[in-house]
T-cell receptor, first 111, second 114 residues
Framework: GQSLEQPSEVTAVEGAIVQINCTYQ??????LSWYQQHDGGAPTFLSY????GLEETGRFSSFLSRSDSYGYLLLQELQMKDSASYFCAVRGEGGGNKLTFGTGTQLKVEL | GAGVSQTPSNKVTEKGKYVELRCDPISGHTALYWYRQSLGQGPEFLIYFQGTGAADDSGLPNDRFFAVRPEGSVSTLKIQRTERGDSAVYLC????????????FGEGSRLTVL
């Protein structure tokens, strides 16, 4: 089976940097994805790491360490619109793009 | 279409009734996924199609749930004898074969079973 752990809530101020961690246990691993979801909205893709290291996309970066079964999402220059839920998701056994999602981290950005 | 389209956006039904939820994926996406999401939880995998066939249906909770994709495009998730525990947002997603880890989700169908 597969399981993922991430903090339930994180609060940060506008303009700051925040890191959301994700640890996973999986039988078979092909990559780790991150998704953003605003209340009532659809999950939207942010990033994907298949190999160890850091991937940068604008203000967002994602890191993966396969040996530690660990990854994180780094959000820089936080904006109020970044307040949302963030999910890590493992692409594991089953093939294709079948993803197993974590329970999500609710990020609150304050002034 | 520009994105994944799901209908209805909201469905209220009574316990024991039959429900169909429709998903129209992004044109050209060969893979289609159904997830369901309860309040405060992450999306939970139900089934995925590669073309017309179900490549993995291991997430369907029981035999009341069934999904089809007869022409390799639009898919319908069917729920028989609905129960209150089936209440959730049912999300559909599609993807290109080579775009690893990236799913394009629809806005979902919110199902409420009274």
């Amino acid at each position: 089976g597969q399981s993922l752990e991430q903090p339930s809530e994180v609060t940060a101020v506008e303009g700051a940097i925040v890191q959301i961690n994700c640890t996973y246990q999986t039988s078979g691993f092909y990559g780790l994805s991150w998704y953003q979801q605003h209340d009532g909205g659809a999950p939207t893709f942010l990033s994907y790491n298949a190999l160890d290291g850091l991937e940068e996309t604008g203000r967002f970066s994602s890191f993966l360490s396969r040996s530690d079964s660990y990854g994180y999402l780094l959000l820089q220059e936080l904006q109020m619109k970044d307040s949302a839920s963030y999910f890590c998701a493992v692409r594991g056994e089953g093939g294709g793009n079948k993803l197993t999602f974590g329970t999500g981290t609710q990020l609150k950005v304050e002034l | 279409g520009a994105g994944v389209s799901q209908t209805p956006s909201n469905k209220v039904t009574e316990k024991g009734k039959y429900v169909e939820l429709r998903c129209d994926p992004i044109s050209g996406h060969t893979a289609l996924y159904w997830y369901r999401q309860s309040l405060g939880q992450g999306p939970e995998f139900l089934i995925y199609f590669q073309g017309t066939g179900a490549a993995d249906d291991s997430g369907l909770p029981n035999d009341r749930f069934f999904a089809v994709r007869p022409e390799g495009s639009v898919s319908t998730l069917k729920i028989q004898r609905t129960e209150r525990g089936d209440s959730a947002v049912y999300l559909c997603a599609s993807s290109l074969g080579g775009a690893a880890g990236e799913l394009f989700f629809g806005e979902g169908s919110r199902l409420t079973v009274l």
